[in-house]
């Protein structure tokens, strides 16, 4: 028999992935190296393993969404990623996307959850 929990889990891991390079471009306006990103993405209550960050920090700034500079002013050398004006358009195109897919989804889910109180399915 199938765990819900570990269902639920496998499926939200899913999302997340689908939903990380919104976050990460939300909060490259300002330059940030990898480190402080996984630590602002956090505290805004989006958890993102370094392993996964990474390897998209270098996909994204393939696609040119985003430029990198290495500070080397510091005892340890630190690779800053900024929005490229490419990715600014790109982000606030993602952005207007991610705003009609929710509003879509919420109707689709309270739709679902009105059918059930009313016993229509």
């Known amino acids: 028999m199938t765990?819900?929990?570990?269902?639920?889990?496998g499926l939200l891991?899913?999302?997340?992935?689908?939903?990380?390079v919104i976050?990460?471009?939300s909060q490259l306006s300002i330059p940030q190296y990898g480190y402080s990103l996984v630590t602002v993405l956090e505290e805004k209550g989006v958890a993102v393993d370094p392993g996964t960050l990474y390897p998209l920090l270098?996909?994204?700034?393939?696609?040119?969404l985003l430029e990198s500079k290495w500070d080397t002013n510091e005892a340890r050398p630190r690779k800053y990623y900024l929005l490229s004006p490419f990715g600014q358009e790109v982000y606030a195109g993602l952005c207007q996307e991610w705003r009609k897919l929710s509003?879509?989804?919420?109707?689709i889910m309270d739709e679902?959850?009105?059918?059930?109180?009313?016993?229509d399915h």
């Open 3 to 9: 765990d819900v929990n570990e269902t639920i889990n």
């Open 58 to 64: 270098r996909r994204l700034e393939k696609q040119e």
């Open 13 to 20: 891991n899913e999302l997340r992935r689908g939903t990380i």
């Open 23 to 25: 976050g990460v471009l």
């Open 112 to 119: 679902s959850e009105g059918g059930k109180r009313d016993g």
């Open 103 to 107: 509003i879509s989804m919420e109707r």
